[in-house]
Structures are given as C-alpha cells and as structure tokens.
C-alpha cells in the first residue's frame, strides 16, 4: 500500500511539474520602432549605435542585420538573409522593466524583433572560406590595455555601451570602459579593443568572415595603417548604397601600405581557410514595422 501512494505521489508531481506555465520571455515594458532618417549627404556627420541611460534604452540609425547580431549574440556575418538586411536601419526607444538587468536587453530584444517584424529564423551549421586570425611566427608584438574600472550604472547615470560617431573624416565605435576604435582616413586606431572584436572589424576589408583563433584574452591599444584599396574595401561593406568612393589620384597621398603589412607588423596574420559556421538563417523578416 505504502509503495502505491509513493507511486501516486510521484505522478501528481509529475504532473504538477509538467502543468506549470512556461518561463514568461523578458520584454521592454514599452518601446518605439521608427525608420531612421538617413541624411542626403553621405558624409555628414552622424551619431549611431546603442546608449543605456538608467532604465532607458536608445538605438539609433543602425540596420537590421545589426539588431539580429545583438539580440542572438553572433557576429554579423553569421546573419544570412535578404540584401536589405544591411540597408533598413531603424531607430529604437525602449523602457527596461521594473528590476530587469542589462544582461536581458538581448532576450527583449528577440521579442522586439519577433514582435514588431515578424522574424522568425532558423540555426544552420556551413562549411564557408574564411580568413583566421592567427599569432605570426614571431610572435604578438602589441601590449595589454587593460579596461577601465566598470561605471556607476545606478538609475539615472549615463553609461554609453556602444556609440558611433562619424564625419568626412572617418567614425569611431566608443565601446565602453575606456574602449574604443576609430576608422581614420587611412588607419585604424583601438584602444583597449579584444582581439575577437578586432576580427569583426576586419571582415569590413576583406570579402569572407575573419575568426579569431588567436586564443589571446586581452584588450590591446595598437594602430594599423591600410591603404586606399583597403579604404574602398571598407566604404562597400559599411556604407550605404551610393556612397563615393575615394579618388585614385597621387595627390591624395596613398599610404601604400596594405592592411595585411600592418597586421604582420603587430605579430597577426590572417590565414584563408575553409571552416564551419553556425548560422542565423532568416525565414521571414518585415522590412517596416508595426505601428507603435
């Protein structure tokens, strides 16, 4: 008799276990989706990027394909979808719910996706031709940064998590903690930037995804020098549609020296080989989105 109930007991509570509501998602408690207002002139100067400020989150001017990479935590180019994906760029005002945490901005912004555009997607494992980034034979040649202590990010203090801002001049990621990097007329400068985020800000001049496979863990402050074929490089990838490319004339002074030199001169090397990917896969995906 005893060894019955025990069996009853144990199936109520297998039920029980079973009957429960499923985790409630994290969610903005309210947000507003607008299309961006692009300048007509394509070098003027202009602010992007991602900005928490207390329980308030703004992003401004940035693509789709960029809200995808953000709320699923993979590069951009693990993003497989529609050519606008880089073109659509839309503005985001959002509230944080009361006792939520910066580490769920992401899963909220999954609901915002699936919500206001309709997405859904699918994971897929490809073989694609990539570059690694890998240490050179000599070794690295740049030092450790370390980032700066973490802000106050109590209600109502500024804390700018990712900012771009950008003129005729070139554009610089402000990414926090001290971090930085910057697009100059023909160099790059990090300060206190990973090794992985400098990968991604390779893959801009080069026509496959790079993958870091330096093992290294650190923030480095290091400048590359690149040339203007590396600069038009840059400009197809990130630029919108229509945007001029630099002149060829002598009198622009030219570095000469490609991108590929200055990474040997830090003691990096990209290395093309074939490598599987794990992939976002878009199904569907609403250019516009719902009404706020």
């Known amino acids: 008799m005893h060894t019955i109930r025990c069996v009853l007991l144990a199936a109520v509570s297998s039920c029980a276990v079973f009957s429960q509501a499923p985790a409630v998602r ?27 400020d207390g329980a308030m989150v ?23 979808g529609p050519d606008w994906l880089s073109s659509e760029r839309v503005d985001v005002v959002a ?31 490809k073989e694609f031709p990539v570059y690694a980034l890998i240490v050179g034979k000599n070794g690295l040649k740049m030092k450790e940064s370390p980032l700066d202590a973490d802000p106050d ?28 990097i910057a697009f100059e007329a023909q160099r790059l400068v990090a300060k206190k930037v990973t090794i992985a985020y400098l990968a991604d800000s390779l893959a801009r001049f080069v026509d496959r995804p790079v993958v870091d496979l330096t093992d ?17 490089a840059l400009i197809l990838s990130s630029a919108p549609p229509g945007t001029p ?24 090397k990209l290395d093309p080989r074939k490598t599987p990917l794990d992939m976002l896969v878009i199904d569907h995906l609403e250019k516009t989105p719902t009404a706020n």
Do not use: C
């Open 26 to 52: 994290p969610e903005f408690e309210v947000a507003s989706v607008k299309p961006s207002v692009e300048s007509a002139n394509p070098i003027a100067n202009v602010s992007r990027g991602l900005h928490i």
């Open 153 to 180: 990010e109590g209600p109502g203090k500024a804390n700018v998590d990712v900012n771009v801002t950008g003129g005729d001049r070139g554009a610089t990621l402000t990414l926090g903690k001290g971090a930085s």
């Open 216 to 232: 290294l863990k650190g923030t480095y402050d290091f400048t590359l020098d690149y040339n203007l074929d590396d600069v038009r």
């Open 58 to 80: 703004s992003i401004n001017g940035m693509p789709l394909k960029w809200y995808i990479h953000y709320a699923y935590t993979v590069k951009e180019s693990q993003v497989s």
């Open 95 to 125: 509230k944080l719910p009361a006792g939520a945490t910066r580490d769920q901005i992401p899963a909220m912004m999954q609901a915002l996706l699936a919500d206001r555009f309709k997405l859904t997607l699918h994971r897929e494992s």
């Open 245 to 268: 490319l630099p002149p060829r004339q002598a009198d622009v002074g030219d570095t000469g020296v490609s991108l590929m030199d200055s990474l040997q001169a830090v003691g990096l």
